[in-house]
DNA sequence: CGGATGCTTGATGTATCTCAAGACGTGTGG
DNA sequence: CCACACGTCTTGAGATACATCAAGCATCCG
């Protein structure tokens, strides 16, 4: 299942570097923080193929992943099939730094494309976490804008009419990935695909095509070939009635 | 606003009741971790009356509230007026364990009903997590439960029927008070509205009241005089698809 | 008594789902 | 090299679940 890779220093470096940058979104960072962050990287990096499930609801959580490379999600299913993503994960984010907690796992990790990410033990963890609370409060920063994120899909799913949800949510990923650099003026590599769209935003394939088109019509967006360029931010976040403060970001 | 009594400390005992009961559902408490938890709670406990704000989105968070008595919830609006409850809180509960690390808080709360709380300053949690690293954990796990309750929400809302939406909601609460000694055999006070029901599950208030019937009819609920009793809790479950480990309880 | 709050019901329109099919690109095996 | 399967995106047609608008009734309270 798990290919695994052993890589030299320097691609180490390279790997932790979204993490690095996301945290510093946060919080300053000195150079014994990076230091400890990479210190935890040892070792293997693991790859998947898309569409494979990482980790599976009801799993006993024993590692920390953290993603480096392509797209993942949070989901959970209903006996009938029915599946909704409750969550991305961008290079950078830890799909669950806590939940070695738990006794059992209460929702999948699937990955949406090819990814590798690193595999972290609670234990080294833990060592990083007591030498250097500068940086615990960063991660746990991190994590409340992943339950503020969960917040504010509620508030979408809930009230935000599909338009407004699906321009909500672009919106919502142009700002995460050019917090870890991965956004080239305002366009981005969107991976994903409209299926994936659809589970996230709780609406059937056919009505998110159709809402796609809309935007596309309206010129807020463009997207093909796996690529979405933002047409009009301004608009787009009127239209989304975006507030950039859940994302708390400092810079 | 608010309102302040000063309480002696056998009163005091009494309002902590719940938040031990709840912790003790997922690890024991021994009665070190009971007295230094009663610590928190001196001094005073405040008041608000149904349908007012206790903090507002945008408010820099500066204490932890501690709910002792009545219901209370996490919102968020738009600025057209639509609004999503997010959450729910019952006794026991915290409103925001961490979220002073940030700088504003991303969302509201409101009394849902009169409500009774603590407010304890962070230095003073902070000495209580220093010294006592099994209270810690307990506290973690439950901001764990608490994060994958939304998670359970996002599910609902995205794919769930209005019907098995409102099931799933009816034993989520029914297991949550169960938790905090709440329930008498299948009943329980459920002082919300109609109109808070719709609003946590993203429908309409005529929907919803229409769909409350459909439970009535079908025989898994009664609802009346502010009073809650599950008639059929299998098969309101299996209504629901409820699954409960999502709530992480040991006992 | 008058007003506020909460619950209920009816009528109507429409947003969204479901079912179905076609087009296009890509990889694969014969 | 062609035939075919598969994944993805797109479009059409029809059915319906849900929202909206509107009104009535009960209870409580000042």
Redesign the interface.
């Known amino acids: 299942m798990d290919a695994m890779t052993t890589i030299g220093a320097k691609e180490n470096v390279t790997a932790i570097e979204p993490l690095l940058r996301l945290l510093s979104r946060y919080m300053p960072l000195d150079e014994a923080d990076r230091a400890a962050l990479s210190g935890l990287m040892v070792g293997t990096l693991l790859q998947r193929e898309a569409r494979t499930d990482i980790a599976r609801e009801?799993d006993k959580p024993t590692v920390i992943r953290l993603l480096v490379s392509g797209w993942a999600c949070?989901y959970?299913?209903?006996?009938?099939g029915?599946?909704?993503i409750?969550?991305f994960f961008l290079p950078g984010d830890f799909c669950d730094l806590?939940?070695y907690?738990?006794?059992?796992l209460?929702?999948s990790i699937g990955a949406l494309t090819d990814v590798r990410y690193f595999e972290i033990q609670p234990h080294q963890f833990q060592e990083v976490i007591d030498a250097r609370p500068h940086l615990t409060?960063a991660l746990?920063?991190h994590e409340?804008v992943t339950?503020?994120i969960?917040?504010?899909?509620?508030?979408s799913?809930?009230?935000?009419s599909p338009l407004e949800r699906l321009a909500h949510l672009f919106v919502e990923l142009y700002y995460r990935l050019r917090a870890v650099d991965l956004v080239d003026d305002l366009a981005f590599d969107f991976p994903i695909t409209q299926h994936h769209l659809a589970e996230a935003?709780?609406m059937s394939l056919v009505h998110l095509n159709r809402t796609l088109q809309e935007l596309r019509r309206a010129g807020l967006i463009e997207l093909a070939d796996r690529q979405l360029r933002i047409v009009d931010l301004d608009e787009l976040k009127r239209v989304a009635?975006f507030k950039r403060?859940?994302l708390?970001f400092n810079r």
């Not at 907690?101 to 059992?104: D, H, Q």
């Not at 969960?150 to 508030?155: D, F, K, N, Y």
């Not at 799913?157 to 935000?160: E, M, P, T, W």
């Open positions: 009801g949070r959970k299913d209903l006996p009938d029915r599946r909704q409750v969550g806590n939940v907690i738990l006794s059992e209460d929702h409060r746990l920063w409340l339950s503020g969960q917040r504010e899909w509620l508030l799913i809930g009230q935000r935003n709780g009635m403060s859940y708390h």
